[in-house]
Nanobody, 120 residues
Framework: QVQLVESGGGLVQAGGSLRLFCAAS????????MGWYRQAPGKQRELVAV???????DYADFAKGRFTVSRDNAKNTMYLQMNSLKPEDTAVYYC??????????????WGQGTQVTVSS
């Protein structure tokens, strides 16, 4: 079983920055895709940024130029640096990963989410 844990959320003023952290643990053999999503109250979960299985990075339009995703494959960790935050960035941010466990079974896991609140 593979678990994902996020951290780094919090309350920040508009224009500020936050750095989110996601760590995968458990019986991880390999991680193919890994990404960040968010869900604001009353809205559907949406993509923020994702590492694709072919190694490229896709950003949502709202994230381009403000957010940067990075990854440490050796440690099965991922970061999301968020700059120039806006009140509309307020949401619960979730980490997602998919790959193979040590038992060679495919997994797709979500973290519990970390709250990001941007005040105006």
């Amino acid at each position: 079983q593979v678990q994902l844990v996020e951290s780094g959320g919090g309350l920040v003023q508009a224009g500020g920055s936050l750095r989110l952290f996601c760590a995968a643990s458990g019986s991880v053999l390999s991680i193919n895709g890994m990404g960040w999503y968010r869900q604001a109250p009353g809205k559907q979960r949406e993509l923020v940024a994702v590492f694709t299985s072919v190694g490229s990075i896709d950003y949502a339009d709202f994230a381009k130029g403000r957010f940067t995703v990075s990854r440490d494959n050796a440690k099965n960790t991922m970061y999301l640096q968020m700059n120039s935050l806006k009140p509309e960035d307020t949401a619960v941010y979730y980490c997602n990963a998919e790959g193979y466990s040590n038992s060679l079974k495919r997994f797709a896991s979500w973290g519990q989410g970390t709250q990001v609140t941007v005040s105006s």
